[in-house]
């Protein structure tokens, strides 16, 4: 039954919708079929309707335009932390995408110096070295789990390239640092969020601390130090007008980025291996690109030469968008497509089914790289209708840093294996946090 969400002042209307079950609302439908569940909403409410869940009112919107609006959040009535932060809790509080206003702006112009062309084309040659090392544990099989192997190979690059490798460090430090990544990651998505013992909370909590005093310990010598890694690079950026990030903003950004690089080049690379594999013509395109570049360590302005796998991670990040939500809090009364939006709501910016409408995706859930070519360009139909990168000032810092090292696993993977995945094959997707497939994702994987 429709409901309004708060009567409106004069001129805006009520956003519609209907709480759903209790507490839940729904989660459970949405956890099922996201993008169903989606179309039925947007169908029957429009691009902006609410429902209900743990115990908030939450808004959410469907389309390019309502998310567009949201992302360009024109008054500033918006809020990333307070918004965020009931999802992800505090594990990553004081990460880029938690902080708002102007100091949002100042630590943004600071990290931006990290990610420069330069700095990028240096963390590209060091991903070679490091992604070799990871594809030699790799046992090629029939029923090879890609999933599993790709989160544990992204969170190896994340160490050296962001870490330099934490010299000195112990294998068994190291492993105990995943961990307490892991534990901050897991925890975030928590069903009970207090730190009860043998709790994912509390495990939180821990791996939070634990990846403190990690990165506390080694800011010293990165401070003095001269490598490559980012975080001797967030020891070092300065802004245009001279500030620099403290110690307790370096180690708040290494944890954030640690989590922001993470699951989601994972998901990427391994919803790119299963259509790769499903589409062999698309594989052998890919491959033969790779292999006209004559080299198995390519400069940043080769990979760009990649061209089909260009088309395909773009298609990948469409149908199984990494971040399918964007999370805000109105911290002021507001209004989106003319609908009155109270402050306090906490709002639910809807990539994935804005990726997967029919209004602006010809055949929607049909993998399709070409849609993407310079002549068809399907994209094009909207400013917003692909922003897996989210839009505005909040747009992903690492959109560049992640294309090269999507592209660079691939690129070794290419050269080095084929894999086949059956056409019938659809990944069971979890969709309780950022997605990925239940199964671990099967692929029958040879060495070339
Ligand atoms: C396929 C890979 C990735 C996807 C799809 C992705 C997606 C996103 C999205 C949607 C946002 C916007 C969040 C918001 O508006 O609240 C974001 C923010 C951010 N991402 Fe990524 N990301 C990816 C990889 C990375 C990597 C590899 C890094 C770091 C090296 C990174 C660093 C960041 C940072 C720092 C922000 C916060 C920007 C800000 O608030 O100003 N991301 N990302």
């Known amino acids: 039954m429709t409901k309004m969400l708060a009567d409106p002042p004069p001129g805006l209307t009520a956003v519609p919708g209907d709480g759903g079950l209790p507490y839940v609302g729904y989660s459970l439908d949405y956890m099922r079929d996201p993008v169903g569940t989606n179309d039925r909403r947007y169908r029957e409410y429009g691009p902006v309707s609410w429902f209900r869940f743990a115990g908030n009112p939450w808004v959410v919107l469907l389309g390019p335009d309502a998310c567009g609006a949201a992302l360009q959040n024109r008054d500033r009535a918006l809020a990333n932390g307070p918004g965020w932060r009931v999802l992800i809790g505090p594990f990553f509080d004081r990460g880029l995408m938690l902080l708002d206003g102007d100091e949002h702006t100042a630590h943004r112009r600071i990290m931006q110096q990290a990610f420069t062309r330069d700095r990028l084309a240096g963390y590209t040659d060091s991903l070679h070295p490091a ?27 994340a160490t050296s390239i962001f870490m330099g490798g934490a010299e000195g460090s112990s294998h068994a430090e190291m492993a105990e640092v995943n961990k307490a990544f892991i534990g901050c990651v897991q925890a975030a998505t928590a069903i009970v969020r207090y730190p009860l013992p043998g709790t994912r909370w509390r495990r939180g909590v821990v791996g939070r601390r634990r990846l403190e005093e990690f990165f506390r310990r080694y800011l010293p010598a990165r401070r003095a130090g001269s490598g490559d890694d980012l975080f001797t690079a967030l020891c070092h950026v300065e802004s245009e007008d001279g500030e620099r990030f403290t110690d307790d903003d370096v180690v708040n950004h290494m944890i954030f980025l640690m989590m922001a690089a993470h699951d989601t080049s994972t998901i990427t690379l391994s919803t790119a291996m299963q259509y790769l594999g499903q589409f062999p013509q698309w594989q052998q395109a890919c491959r033969e690109e790779s292999e006209a570049l004559g080299t198995t360590t390519p400069t940043l302005d080769q990979l760009e030469e990649l061209t089909s796998l260009d088309l395909v991670i773009k298609e990948c990040q469409r149908l199984v968008t990494p971040v399918p939500g964007i999370v805000r809090r109105a911290v002021a009364d507001t209004e989106i497509l003319g609908h009155y939006i109270p402050r306090g709501t906490l709002v639910n910016v809807g990539l994935h089914y804005t990726h997967h409408m029919p209004e602006l995706w010809p055949d929607p859930e049909r993998f399709d790289p070409g849609r993407f070519s310079p002549e068809r360009r399907e ?50 997707m979890n969709f309780t946090s950022l997605p990925f497939p239940s199964d671990g994702q099967p692929i029958d994987l040879r060495r070339r």
């Open 131 to 157: 992604v070799e090392k990871a594809l030699e544990t790799w046992s090629p099989q029939t029923d090879f789990r890609a999933y599993p192997a790709l989160k544990e190979l992204t969170l190896g690059l």
């Open 379 to 428: 994209d094009r139909v909207h400013k917003y209708a692909w922003s897996p990168f989210g839009g505005g000032v909040h747009r992903c810092l690492g959109m560049y840093f992640s294309s090269a090292e999507v592209k660079t696993v691939l690129h070794h993977l290419l050269l080095g294996y084929h894999w086949h995945v059956p056409a019938d094959y659809v990944a069971p």
